[in-house]
């Protein structure tokens, strides 16, 4: 299991621009959704931003072999 894991995790992008437009996507659709007062609309918005912000950042964060170096100057 963990094989197929790390094996999706490649899939995911390593560039911020992906996950920015994902959350952006997810403003539009829960604002068409308030201005339709459609519920799930609105639902599927929110999971949007909140794919797009935490959850597949946080994937690919968990998932990298070794962290980024932080330096002191």
Same mark, same amino acid.
């Given at each position: 299991m963990p094989d197929l894991a790390?094996?999706?995790?490649?899939?995911?992008p390593h560039s911020a621009g992906p996950y920015i437009a994902l959350v952006l996507i997810g403003f539009a659709v829960a604002i068409v959704g308030h201005l339709t007062t459609l519920r799930w609309l609105i639902v599927a918005g929110i999971v949007l931003i909140f794919l797009g912000a935490f959850l597949f950042? %946080?994937?690919l964060n968990l998932?990298?072999?070794?962290?980024?170096? %932080?330096?002191?100057r």
């Open positions: 790390l094996s999706l995790a490649t899939l995911l950042p %946080l994937a998932t990298e072999g070794t962290p980024p170096q %932080l330096r002191n």
